[in-house]
């Protein structure tokens, strides 16, 4: 049974180009959340969806920034027009609701 | 404001060693509190999970306490390996949307180095 899968591991962009963030929860989860993590900072909460809904996307900037989580593939972190301080780690995790979360080994996102 | 508090912010320790580490949390309502383990360039694993009720679990070397009316925990390190070294993330839930994970507060983790 694989962990929660995240690509691209690293992730380079010029500013104003597109950042897609993937990631696959573990099998049978249903319940996907997005965390933002700067250096030396702790884990910053983002998004969390259901299949084909954002329940939760009060983390994440009102620009810019977007979520999915369609019936059928990954969920996908999009990020739009990049600037340096969108350079971070992104980290997905999973659940199958109430039971425990699982992480994914991050995206990290360089923007130059 | 729900916070959570991590103390010191690094330490280095000799393997072999023991060492706790400190939670402070002002969340509220209070659901659970987990401490994950992260390695360097590693997504977060978990450690434990504590609900009100629990006041001690051990997996391992690892033990953590929680005393929910002071509002603190520790995790408590036995008997150091040099891959403890990680950062210890100690997070709080707020409470639970229909039973999810939502409303995790993060802290900003505790950065461990065993030296030998």
């Known amino acids: 049974n694989a962990g929660v899968m995240q690509n691209p591991r690293h992730l380079v962009r010029r500013r104003g180009q597109e950042a897609r963030l993937r990631c696959s929860p573990m099998?049978?989860?249903?319940?996907v959340y997005w965390y933002r993590q700067l250096p030396e900072e702790g884990l910053k909460f983002m998004v969390y969806l259901q299949k084909e809904n954002i329940i939760d996307e009060s983390g994440m900037p009102k620009e810019r920034f977007s979520a999915e989580f369609p019936k059928e593939g990954p969920s996908i972190l999009r990020i739009q027009q990049v600037v340096r301080g969108d350079s971070a780690a992104y980290f997905c995790?999973?659940?199958?609701?109430?039971?425990?979360?699982?992480f994914g080994e991050g995206s990290r996102l360089t923007v130059l | 404001k729900n916070q959570v508090e991590q103390s010191p912010q690094s330490l280095i320790i000799l393997e072999g060693k023991n060492c706790t580490l400190q939670?402070?949390?002002?969340?509220?309502?209070?659901?659970?509190l987990r401490w994950y383990k992260q390695d360097t360039g590693r997504g977060p694993v978990s450690l434990t999970i504590m609900t009100f009720s629990e006041n001690t679990k051990s997996n391992g070397r690892y033990t953590a306490t929680l005393d929910a009316d002071t509002k603190q925990s520790s995790l408590h390190i036995t008997a150091s390996q040099l891959s403890d070294s990680a950062s210890y993330i100690c997070v709080v839930s707020a409470h639970t949307y229909g039973g999810s994970q939502g409303n995790l507060i993060f802290g900003k983790g505790t950065k461990l180095s065993v030296k030998p």
């Open positions: 995790a999973s659940s199958d609701g109430p039971g425990e979360l699982f």
């Open positions: 099998k049978g989860h249903s319940h």
């Open positions: 939670c402070n949390y002002t969340v509220s309502p209070f659901s659970n």
